[in-house]
Nanobody, 127 residues
Framework: QVQLVESGGGSVQAGGSLKLSCAAS????????MGWFRQAPGKEREGVAS???????TYADSVKGRFAISQDNAKNTLYLQMNSLTPEDTAIYYC?????????????????????WGQGTQVTVSS
């Protein structure tokens, strides 16, 4: 059974940083395409960043240069380092995993490409 558990969310002032973690179990981590997504109130879920089995990364334009996705295969853990946060980054952040093939690039930021989801962690950025 696949389980994804996010942690590290919280409240921070604009300009601050947070690091999210996602502990994965039941997944052969190194063989899975992983991603971070977010959903703000009243908005659709959107892709933030993804990483493939080889470590190649893709970022949404809105977070390029501010966020960094990484993975520790030994610990079966996915990370999202978020810097220079703005109130527009306020959302519930979700970790997701896919067992099937996903094309590298912006297609890997589509939520419909992922079959496994965590419960989410709230990130609130105040101005």
């Amino acid at each position: 059974q696949v389980q994804l558990v996010e942690s590290g969310g919280g409240s921070v002032q604009a300009g601050g940083s947070l690091k999210l973690s996602c502990a994965a179990s039941g997944v052969t981590y190194s063989s899975t395409f992983m991603g971070w997504f977010r959903q703000a109130p009243g908005k659709e879920r959107e892709g933030v960043a993804s990483i493939d089995r080889g470590g190649r990364t893709t970022y949404a334009d809105s977070v390029k240069g501010r966020f960094a996705i990484s993975q520790d295969n030994a610990k079966n853990t996915l990370y999202l380092q978020m810097n220079s946060l703005t109130p527009e980054d306020t959302a519930i952040y979700y970790c997701a995993a896919a067992s099937g093939w996903i094309p590298y690039g912006y297609e890997s930021l589509r939520p419909s490409r992922y079959g496994y989801w965590g419960q989410g962690t709230q990130v609130t950025v105040s101005s």
